[in-house]
């Protein structure tokens, strides 16, 4: 299984006609893993924690303003023990994975998976963000390397430009700003050479900082699911493109 990096989008993305069936589509290209490990912008907690593996994991509706039916959702995933317990074998003993037994599933994850995984009846857990830094965050995700041999789908799920206090339209097709738009194209040229190094440099090279994201726990999982690839030099497959509500849902499968 490849690593990938999507943009997960706030509940309403579950009815957008256009976002939808690129993650449907994206979904059948990837096939069926034998289980999920889900790195979501919305948990950020150190050391690295998993979530509860017990069948029927309770969602988190982290969000407000929406329309009350977003908050009756459900997305009962079987039983992730045996997932829980691979996962915990593969980080080093100085630097041991804990687990989170009543922590349930954020909306970076049960939002995406509900469009792409909608039987959820695939074992998912989440893995925290135990830390903001890019190279620290890519050796995590080297870590979790062995689990593609186990048909684990490793995702980082974030969004590639976030600056929500920055929006000035707020209509689903509102044309992105100039700083979206800046961090988008060059975030991508950048991973198309390769260049890693200046990627990790974010907060400093690219265009659009601070605004494209304020705070970077919506970009951050992209290294976790970079670390996991097997050949950086390698392009990704830009597997979702353009704008919601200007910001850059650019989403991608790694090597």
Do not use: C, N
């Not at 924690?49 to 509706?61: D, H, Q, R």
């Amino acid at each position: 299984m490849r690593p990938i990096f999507l943009g997960h989008g706030a509940p309403p993305l579950l009815d957008d006609p256009v976002w939808v069936p690129q993650l449907e589509r994206w979904a059948v290209r990837i096939g069926r893993p034998a289980g999920i490990l889900i790195v979501s912008a919305h948990w950020e907690s150190a050391p690295a924690m998993l979530s509860g593996a017990e069948a029927g994991t309770p969602l988190i509706y982290d969000f407000g303003g929406f329309a009350p039916h977003y908050y009756e959702m459900t997305y009962k995933t079987p039983d992730a023990t045996a997932l829980a317990k691979l996962v915990a074998s593969v980080f080093p003993d100085d630097s041991p994975v804990l687990q989170h037994q009543h922590r349930g599933l954020d909306h970076g994850a049960w939002v995406p998976l509900k469009v792409m995984y909608p039987d959820a009846d695939i074992p998912v857990l989440q893995l925290s963000l135990p830390t903001a830094d890019p190279e620290r965050l890519m050796q995590m995700g080297s870590w979790l390397r062995p689990l593609r041999d186990h048909g684990v789908l490793i995702i980082g799920s974030g969004f590639l430009t976030h600056g929500l206090p920055f929006l000035r339209e707020w209509r689903v097709d509102a044309t992105p700003p100039g700083w979206s738009a800046d961090f988008d194209i060059w975030a991508a040229e950048a991973l198309a050479r390769g260049d890693i190094e200046t990627l990790m440099a974010f907060r400093d090279q690219a265009p659009g900082m601070p605004y494209a994201h304020p705070t970077v726990e919506h970009l951050t999982p992209l290294f976790v699911a970079l670390g996991a690839s097997t050949a950086l030099e390698t392009p990704p497959v830009t597997e979702v493109d353009g704008y919601f509500m200007g910001l850059a849902k650019r989403s991608f499968t790694f090597s």
